[in-house]
């Protein structure tokens, strides 16, 4: 793991710096400190197999966006890598609620690989805390969020459905880079890089983000 020069690793760092922007915060409708979620981001992230980079993101990934933590920072202690997965998985306060979201569903349409992974884990802890909560207190649970079941419904689902239509479009033009590949000449397959990696999400987060949708909101719970 990368070592700062204070001798901590960047992971162990992030989680300090988390802590301490999200103090005070607590999940919505609950007494549970709001660095839970992060943390569990986190491990959500590491327990698929993704690049440190990704975890440390993952911590910080509502720290822009809910405290006063700003992104130069993280630019400045994390890099521009992480600071851009931080920035693509942060809403526009400013705007309402279904404005700020559908800015943001839209945007996973052609966003990284490693912001829509990040996205997945931050959904699949939400679903899983969602459904976790509601077999305790039952349909209770959707006065917390905005719009009840049906709004969380339309969210869950249209960002699943972004995320799902960016891969198949990545995937449909991997095809179609390859069959033009083979039908030009030996010295355009020389330059031309026909096996360049296709960037899917983390397929492993992915499945279970939807498996978690399908249960909440197709049959599961509802």
Known sequence: MTQNGTGKNQIEEAIEIAAEAHQGQY???????????????????????????????????????DTDLTLEFIQERFGDAIA????GCSENKTLRWRARKTERIEALRTASPEICTVTCADKLHNL?????????????????????VEDQAWYYRSVLGAIADRDAALQKSGVYAK?????????TQD???QHAPIEVINPQLFEEFQQAVAYLFEGGVE
């Open 128 to 148: 899983r805390t969602i459904i976790s909560e509601y077999d305790l207190i039952g349909d209770e649970v959707w006065d917390r969020f905005h719009g009840g």
């Open 191 to 193: 330059i031309t890089p």
């Open 179 to 187: 069959l033009s590949t083979q039908n030009s000449s030996a010295s």
């Open 27 to 65: 999940r919505k409708g609950t007494d549970t400190p709001y660095i839970t979620h992060p943390y569990a981001v986190g491990l959500i992230l590491m327990a698929a197999g993704c690049a440190e980079a990704v975890i440390i993101a993952g911590i910080l990934h509502d720290t822009v966006e």
């Open 84 to 87: 851009n997965i931080v920035d």
